[in-house]
């Protein structure tokens, strides 16, 4: 069920729509609805019981326990002050408005390859909900943990900012797939298996994780006879609509939520394209949480 438009928004695109503008602010927000799908905002920021984006959902890592912000258009509790540029920085930059850097527990790393206009777009469509005056909830963390300024340390060793940029040796569908996965969907950081501070090990990306979210192992996702070499695309697609493998089994945890809310709201040939991204992926053996 999608959430209603709140009183200010419809005001606001009614003076839109006596300028013309209609039109163009409405089809913003859709875009923007599909797009949070897509990044899986509903996800984490609605916590289990609560309030749509009013945060408070728990992300248990070995570094503590996250506790999601509220992302709806609260003034004091939320991001209702926000400009689009502190939208864009936070997103691409993991930089908040008061300069503050995130923790990557928040997907920044992949964020930053969403285009602006869809960036923009997303937020369009978080003005748009219902605002909730909830506060948020701080992390409990391990004492190491509970200090940002290492993290600009951490982002010169591990993050890298920019777009995504389609290959020119791939065709659309593929490169469609790329973006979803890669961008928004951000896949990959449930997907594989961390160092000992808390960054994706780049030769291991979508092999899975022995010590996933929620302390959880993820399953691997490349196409090798220990992931998922043998499903179709057709298969997959289908996973991420319904939930159910070609075993017959269904997804559980996160994974559930993820579907729920995310891919299954996806049109089929954004699944396809997903699918396409995902078993053109080079084979790796299932992480097992030991160094190579």
Not at 202 to 215: I, M, T
Not at 242 to 257: H, I, K, Q, R, V
């Given at each position: 069920?999608?959430p209603p438009?709140?009183?200010?928004?419809?005001?606001?695109?009614?003076?839109?729509?006596?300028?013309?503008?209609?039109?163009?602010?409405?089809?913003?927000?859709?875009?923007?609805?599909?797009?949070?799908?897509?990044?899986?905002?509903?996800?984490?920021?609605?916590?289990?019981?609560?309030?749509?984006?009013?945060?408070?959902?728990?992300?248990?890592?070995?570094?503590?326990?996250?506790?999601?912000?509220?992302?709806?258009?609260?003034?004091?509790?939320?991001?209702?002050?926000?400009?689009?540029?502190?939208?864009?920085?936070?997103?691409?930059?993991?930089?908040?408005?008061?300069?503050?850097?995130?923790?990557?527990?928040?997907?920044?790393?992949?964020?930053?390859?969403?285009?602006?206009?869809?960036?923009?777009?997303?937020?369009?469509?978080?003005?748009?909900?219902?605002?909730?005056?909830?506060?948020?909830?701080?992390?409990?963390?391990?004492?190491?943990?509970?200090?940002?300024?290492?993290?600009?340390?951490?982002?010169?060793?591990?993050?890298?900012?920019?777009?995504?940029?389609?290959?020119?040796?791939r065709d659309?569908?593929?490169?469609?797939?790329?973006?979803?996965?890669?961008?928004?969907?951000?896949?990959?950081?449930?997907?594989?298996?961390r160092n000992?501070?808390?960054?994706?090990?780049?030769?291991?990306?979508?092999?899975?994780?022995?010590?996933?979210?929620?302390?959880?192992?993820?399953?691997?996702?490349?196409?090798?006879?220990?992931?998922?070499?043998?499903?179709?695309?057709?298969?997959?697609?289908?996973?991420?609509?319904?939930?159910?493998?070609?075993?017959?089994?269904?997804?559980?945890?996160?994974?559930?939520?993820?579907?729920?809310?995310?891919?299954?709201?996806?049109?089929?040939?954004?699944?396809?394209?997903?699918?396409?991204?995902?078993?053109?992926?080079?084979?790796?053996?299932?992480?097992?949480?030991?160094?190579?």
């Open positions: 069920m999608r438009l709140s009183t200010a928004r419809l005001l606001a695109v009614g003076v839109l729509c006596l300028m013309g503008q209609c039109a163009v602010a409405q089809d913003t927000v859709e875009l923007g609805r599909y797009l949070f799908h897509a990044a899986l905002c509903g996800v984490c920021h609605t916590a289990e019981g609560g309030k749509f984006l009013a945060g408070g959902r728990p992300l248990h890592t070995p570094f503590g326990t996250f506790y999601t912000p509220n992302i709806t258009p609260d003034p004091d509790h939320g991001i209702g002050r926000w400009k689009d540029g502190d939208f864009l920085r936070a997103l691409r930059e993991g930089v908040s408005p008061g300069g503050d850097h995130y923790y990557p527990a928040f997907p920044y790393t992949a964020y930053t390859r969403l285009r602006r206009e869809d960036v923009l777009a997303i937020k369009a469509y978080l003005d748009s909900v219902d605002p909730v005056p909830q506060p948020n909830r701080p992390h409990d963390l391990v004492w190491y943990a509970d200090f940002r300024w290492p993290l600009g340390l951490w982002k010169w060793l591990y993050f890298e900012p920019g777009e995504f940029v389609p290959q020119a040796d659309a569908q593929w490169n469609r797939g790329a973006y979803l996965a890669q961008a928004a969907g951000h896949c990959a950081e449930c997907h594989s298996p000992l501070l808390g960054a994706l090990r780049r030769d291991r990306l979508y092999a899975g994780a022995a010590d996933g979210p929620e302390g959880e192992s993820t399953p691997n996702i490349t196409p090798d006879k220990s992931g998922i070499g043998d499903w179709t695309p057709s298969m997959l697609g289908f996973y991420l609509e319904t939930g159910m493998t070609p075993e017959g089994d269904f997804a559980g945890s996160l994974m559930a939520d993820v579907i729920d809310q995310g891919t299954s709201k996806l049109t089929p040939e954004d699944r396809s394209a997903i699918a396409t991204y995902i078993l053109a992926l080079p084979p790796l053996p299932a992480d097992t949480g030991k160094s190579d």
